[in-house]
């Protein structure tokens, strides 16, 4: 339940992922790993859909909250977090 709260551990990174492509595809690849684990999880009965979707929806209203500054980042991440691709 703490996955909302991983962004938290790139916060000082954000202008870096906003200027650097790069840089911010390995932050959406983390995410994305985040995303199959989760897919995983639910495929194994170990957490249930509702649990899965919540957690997404808050961890896309964390980063949309904290990255307000960093369009990018909230483009990148946040859109993949509320399955915007």
Known sequence: ?????YIFSHEK???EYNSNEK???????????????LDELEGK?????FDKR???ELSGDV?????????????GVGDMMRGIT
């Not at 980063?63 to 483009?75: D, F, G, N, T, W």
């Open 63 to 75: 980063i949309k909250e904290i990255a307000q500054k960093y369009e990018k980042v909230q483009k």
């Open 54 to 56: 919540t957690i997404i």
């Open 23 to 37: 840089k911010l595809a390995e932050l959406k690849a983390e995410y994305e790993n985040i995303l199959e684990g």
């Open 1 to 5: 339940m703490l996955i909302p709260f």
């Open 13 to 15: 990174s954000f202008a």
């Open 45 to 49: 009965k170990i957490i249930g859909a």
